[in-house]
């Protein structure tokens, strides 16, 4: 099992802390946006006498709204094609087991969510990648280049969009060539959609669930961790036309009992979010990530594509090795009493050698302090023994 390259850095974080250093956190995506109040408000004024279990399936009065949540963006499902997860990380490993035998594999284009390769180790499931890059903005890479890792034992794509690590956004030519190659090879689309809230510069998401003529084939992952900063009380959504998935996937389901009983009331109450809401957060983390990119492309050496969606960005560091680097930032450096944290880029890749002077940032900091981040993060790079 692959350790996180967001997380297995934390012991060295803390440790800084305790001598007294502030760590500015740009490893992990934590938003610091307020949870909406209407969630708040339904897990304080809970009137419950016993906390029990839930359908597997998840509360039926959470799956309807939640139908309609998805109809009001164009994605026509009912409540009994939705299975609710415990996180969007168990979405993805339940598709995962309901879909791919072991030993059987499944395509993505990388850098990719670090944790499909553990999801991947759970089921007995090969992860092929197919590499995208920063010289083009991690665009998708050409069909050819997809079909050709395309074998026998191929039974998906997996997709995020917009896309955990780089920000990026698929446009609507990108997803129907991703369409073509599911409908010639009969494969199932496994569509990460958690950041789809989060779009910028005009900008206009489409999901997969909204691509015709694969119907029976896509699996959308959802979650409300970001969408409405709720990342802790783990609620995530597997949602499909495919009857015969969702039948399989209720068995895992079954299996762990149920999801998150407090964490479905605040998930089903967050559905009356107002929508200025998601105006103002969008706003905010537009504001963040320019003030970010402009910040890290002028320092010397440093590249970063502007993404256009979710809160991350991939930079590439004049750096010879960035877990090295990242090491270093907290055991070894820091300046006016801080210094920062970076998950490096290298875990987000599947290919040997590949993301190794790179790294990805969230941009889920106040820009008070990414701008003390940024100007941190530049003074180290002046003084970091492993500059190239």
Not at 111 to 117: G, H, L, S, T, V
Not at 122 to 131: F, L, M, S, Y
Not at 153 to 172: A, F, H, V
Not at 230 to 252: M, Q
Request: charge should be neutral; include cysteine.
């Amino acid at each position: 099992m692959p350790a996180s390259p967001i997380r297995k850095l934390v012991v060295y974080s803390e440790e800084a802390k305790k001598k007294g250093i502030r760590v500015y956190h740009l490893n992990i995506g934590q938003p610091d946006i307020p949870t909406p109040s209407v969630a708040l408000d339904a897990v304080k004024n809970l009137n419950l006498d016993v906390l029990e279990y839930s359908h597997s399936a998840g509360n039926e009065s959470y799956r309807r709204k939640l139908a309609g949540f998805y109809r009001e963006l164009g994605i026509n499902v009912d409540h009994s094609e939705i299975l609710i997860t415990t996180g969007g990380s168990e979405a993805i490993l339940f598709a995962l087991m309901s879909c791919v035998n072991p030993g059987e594999e499944v395509i993505t284009p990388e850098p990719f969510y670090a944790n499909y390769n553990g999801f991947s180790v759970t089921a007995g499931v090969k992860i092929v990648p197919v590499t995208s890059s920063i010289e083009n903005d991690f665009a998708l890479p050409p069909v050819a280049e997809i079909e050709r890792k395309i074998t026998e034992k191929t039974k998906g794509i997996i997709i995020c969009n917009p896309n955990n690590p780089t920000g990026y956004l698929y446009s609507q030519e990108e997803l129907l060539r991703i369409r073509e190659i599911v409908k010639r090879h009969d494969l199932f689309l496994f569509a990460d959609e958690a950041y789809r809230e989060f779009i910028y510069d005009g900008a206009r998401h489409i999901s997969a669930m909204q691509l015709e003529g694969i119907e029976q084939n896509t699996i959308l992952v959802d979650s409300v961790s970001k969408r409405y900063s709720e990342c802790g009380i783990r609620i995530g959504a597997l949602v499909t036309r495919n009857k015969e998935i969702i039948s399989t996937a209720l068995k895992f389901a079954q299996a762990r009992l149920s999801p998150p009983g407090l964490g479905q009331i605040a998930a089903e109450a967050s559905i009356a979010t107002p929508h200025d809401y998601f105006e103002k957060v969008n706003k905010e983390y537009k504001a963040r990530r320019d003030f970010m990119v402009d910040a890290l492309n002028k320092m010397p050496g440093v590249y970063c594509p502007r993404p256009r969606g979710a809160f991350y960005a991939v930079a590439r560091l004049p750096v010879d090795d960035s877990e090295k680097f990242a090491r270093w930032l907290l055991e070894e450096f820091s300046f006016k009493g801080q210094t920062v944290m970076v998950a490096p880029a290298s875990g987000f890749y599947s290919t040997p050698g590949l993301g190794k002077n790179e790294v990805r940032i969230a941009y889920v900091l106040r820009i008070d302090d990414l701008r003390n981040a940024m100007e941190t993060l530049e003074e180290a790079l002046k003084v970091y023994p492993g500059r190239i």
